[in-house]
């Protein structure tokens, strides 16, 4: 008795494998403007951490990745 193994390639969607961004380049200038940023940093953060939990949907159960 012979035993096959079938290669499968997981391939998440592109969307997943894009680097994240960075809303800021420079730090504030001012304590004020640094609280003003800390929501869209908070905001930047999460869509960065959902990509990563995407991945790891991904590799860990291709099911439940859309493949294209």
Known sequence: MVTQYKVTLIKPPAAYL??????????????????RRDPVWLMYFSLCASRIENLRRCYDNPQTCIQE
């Open 18 to 35: 894009l680097p994240c961004t960075q809303p800021y380049q420079s730090p504030p200038l001012t304590w004020g403007e640094a609280v």
